[in-house]
Nanobody, 125 residues
């Protein structure tokens, strides 16, 4: 059964760093658009970063210059390096994959069909 499994979340102080990982089994990461989303309590799910099969990337303005999305095609995995973390980055972070042929990179949740279970990131001030 195809699935996405996130890891790497945790609790850090403001200014710290975390690296999230997403292992994709049953998906060929190199042929799909992949993305990271987050959802804080009481807020809507927000697209954080997306990466296309050609390596093009897109970021929400609030994380530009701090977060970096990368892809490891050999291991069917994607990563989100998060630096200079702020309390407002606190959320559950989800990995997602689009169907083949989707237009991307994209921060639109509607374009993604497969989702992981999420990993919690908590940033304290």
């Amino acid at each position: 059964q195809a699935q996405l499994v996130e890891s790497g979340g945790g609790s850090v102080q403001s200014g710290g760093s975390l690296r999230l990982s997403c292992a994709a089994s049953g998906y060929t990461v190199s042929k799909r658009c992949m993305g990271w989303f987050r959802q804080a309590p009481g807020k809507e799910r927000e697209g954080v970063a997306g990466i296309a099969s050609d390596g093009n990337t897109v970021y929400v303005d609030s994380v530009k210059g701090r977060f970096t999305i990368t892809r490891d095609n050999a291991n069917d995995a994607i990563y989100l390096q998060m630096n200079s973390l702020k309390p407002e980055d606190t959320a559950m972070y989800y990995c997602a994959a689009t169907p083949l042929g989707a237009i991307c990179p994209s921060l639109s949740a509607g374009r993604y069909r497969a989702w992981g279970q999420g990993t919690q990131v908590t940033v304290s001030s």
